[in-house]
Nanobody, 120 residues
Framework: QVQLVESGGGLVQPGGSLRLSCAAS????????LGWYRQAPGKKREWVAH???????NYVASVKGRFTISRDNGQNTMYLQMNSLEPEDTAVYYC??????????????WGQGTQVTVSS
């Protein structure tokens, strides 16, 4: 069973940057499809981005050009670099391990989440 631990959340001003990390254990990391989701207060959890084992990436329209998902197979870690942050990006961010087919992704395992707050 894959286990995931997020880190890197915090408070940042609008226009600032944060990098989230997701450390994985319990599986062959290079074989895993991985993704990021977020859940704002009072809203449903939404998919943000995912990355396939061969490095193909896909993003929700609202973060394209601002967020970058990446992976380091040597460190068993996935990242989400978030730039030009907006108050609307405020949410709990969750990493996930799941299944990818083309541009579609289905999560299966979740991390515990990390809070990102964008506020002046």
């Amino acid at each position: 069973q894959v286990q995931l631990v997020e880190s890197g959340g915090g408070l940042v001003q609008p226009g600032g940057s944060l990098r989230l990390s997701c450390a994985a254990s319990g599986g062959i990391f290079s074989d895993l499809a991985l993704g990021w989701y977020r859940q704002a207060p009072g809203k449903k959890r939404e998919w943000v981005a995912h990355i396939t084992p061969d490095g193909h990436t896909n993003y929700v329209a609202s973060v394209k050009g601002r967020f970058t998902i990446s992976r380091d197979n040597g460190q068993n870690t996935m990242y989400l670099q978030m730039n030009s942050l907006e108050p609307e990006d405020t949410a709990v961010y969750y990493c996930s391990q799941g299944y990818a087919r083309g541009n579609l992704y289905r999560p299966d395992v979740w991390g515990q989440g990390t809070q990102v707050t964008v506020s002046s």
